[in-house]
Nanobody, 125 residues
Framework: QVQLVESGGGLVQPGESLRLSCVASGSIFSINTMGWYRQAPGKQQRELVATITNVGITNYADSVKGRFTISRDNAKKTMYLRMISLKPEDTGVYYC??????????????????WGQGTRVTVSS
């Protein structure tokens, strides 16, 4: 069973940067498409903000494009999310999922791995 541990969140001011990490254990890390989700305060749904395939192809939600960079280190079974120029609307709990499956009917990625505890990011002056 996959276990995910996210870290790197914190309280920052608008315009500052953070790098989140996601360490996975118990999974075949290198073959999977993976991603970072964000759950904003008061929202039940998690938003998929960045994905990376097993060959390094990345994709981003429009709200973070140009500011967030997703990467992975298969040898370390670790995924990262580099966030720059943070905005108050980036506030939320960030979760990683190291196994995404493409839903051909709804044409979205669906998370398969169990969730970790998330890491909280607060952007406020």
């Amino acid at each position: 069973q996959v276990q995910l541990v996210e870290s790197g969140g914190g309280l920052v001011q608008p315009g500052e940067s953070l790098r989140l990490s996601c360490v996975a254990s118990g999974s075949i890390f290198s073959i999977n498409t993976m991603g970072w989700y964000r759950q904003a305060p008061g929202k039940q749904q998690r938003e998929l903000v960045a994905t990376i395939t097993n060959v390094g192809i990345t994709n981003y939600a429009d709200s973070v494009k140009g500011r967030f960079t997703i990467s992975r280190d298969n040898a370390k079974k670790t995924m990262y999310l580099r966030m720059i120029s943070l905005k108050p609307e980036d506030t939320g709990v960030y979760y990683c999922n190291t196994e995404l499956r493409w839903d051909t009917y709804y044409r979205v990625y669906a998370p398969v791995a169990s969730w970790g505890q998330g890491t909280r990011v607060t952007v406020s002056s």
